[in-house]
């Protein structure tokens, strides 16, 4: 069984690191990536209650982190979980010593400029040569969701200040202190020491915005905040990164004959919060075990309708009225420990204990939520 993967970011080097942990003899693995996204500028956040496959290749590691919104600011316990940070090179290093150790994985570099069916497997041409492989597994053309209900737009500042200004234990996962003029936004802050972050600027924004970022508004707002809401007068910024995701609360049509799509391309950022490290985590280790026990990928978990139709609402309502996202998250996380907050946004928790959260949510999303239901 030849598996070719087009792309070597976090959705490709995820796969390779669940295919080899598995001990089911298989063939060889070919991973193919342009180098045009460079890993070593990359990096994810996540939070998780278990143990992962991948955490070797966590650099940080929190059990807390800072809120502000509807004019009250708190620090929330994490319960179960960890909220943890992995860059892009130390995720490339621990998933390159695993597929050594495994053996029968190379990584070439190159373009791929097609993906096709070709009789029982698939063809991909790389470089304008073309490499056959019984399933490919593609990060690259898939076109993802067929339909986008709004946009996570962010701009990110590598932030390195002259006196101390950040705490080093505790993030900031959203502050609503900064303008929801065009869209509903918030600044999240990831803290390195006491003198460097990343400070991002995100915002949620509505579908017909065709996710068309405005970096100078953005940079404005990013000065503003650490001026005014940190108090930070000398910095420099080291690096910026920015994106625009697309996000969708509908479940995406995966499957082209033996070509499967993974990683934003599947579907796989969540709509309502924009984060995808451990939903990639989790699709990867199911592909790696339908291979094993079928032969194909395909045995895989579908989306549960109810949090697709949570996702799609929120995204709605924030649409509409910008201002709800904050009432939201305010409501959300007005509590000791994030757990059953982070639970539902895993996808884990029951019907009672989404009861328990909807209860505390703004009456204009639940009822719109009932409203799509019915």
Partial sequence: MTILIAGGGLSGLSLVAHLVARPEPRGPIVVVDDGRRPLATAGWAFWSAEPGLLDEAVSRTFDRFHVHAAGRSRI?????????FVRGDDL?????????????VRFRSGRVTEI?????????VVDGESLRADWVFDSVFRPGPSRVD????????????????FDSAVPTFFDFRTSQERAASFVYVLPRGPQEALVEHTSFAPPHSRGVARPKEQRSALREYLASTLGVREYSVTR?????????ASAVDRRRGSILA???????????????????????AAIARSLAAHGHPFDLPKPKPRHLL?????????????????????????????????????EDSSLPQEGKLFARLPPSLYSAVRRRHR
Avoid at 92 to 101: N, S, W
Avoid at 150 to 157: D, K, N, S, V
Avoid at 262 to 280: C, D, E, H, N, P
Avoid at 326 to 336: G, P
């Fill in 150 to 165: 709004g946009w996570l737009i962010f701009r990110g500042w590598h932030v390195r200040t002259a006196e101390p200004a």
């Fill in 240 to 248: 910026e990164e920015s994106a625009s995701l697309p996000l969708s």
């Fill in 76 to 84: 929330v316990g994490l319960g179960r979980y960890r909220y943890r």
């Fill in 116 to 124: 096709r069916q070709a009789g029982q497997g698939a063809e991909v």
């Fill in 310 to 346: 949570f996702d799609a609402t929120l995204l709605d309502v924030v649409a509409g009225d910008p201002a709800q996202l904050e009432r939201v998250f305010a409501a959300l996380f007005d509590r000791s420990s994030a757990e059953p907050v982070l639970r539902f946004l895993d």
């Fill in 262 to 284: 993974i990683g934003s391309k599947a579907g796989l950022v969540k709509a309502s919060t924009g984060y995808a490290f451990r939903r990639i985590q989790a699709d990867s």
């Fill in 92 to 104: 490339a290093a621990a998933v390159g010593k695993a597929a050594e150790r495994r053996g029968g």
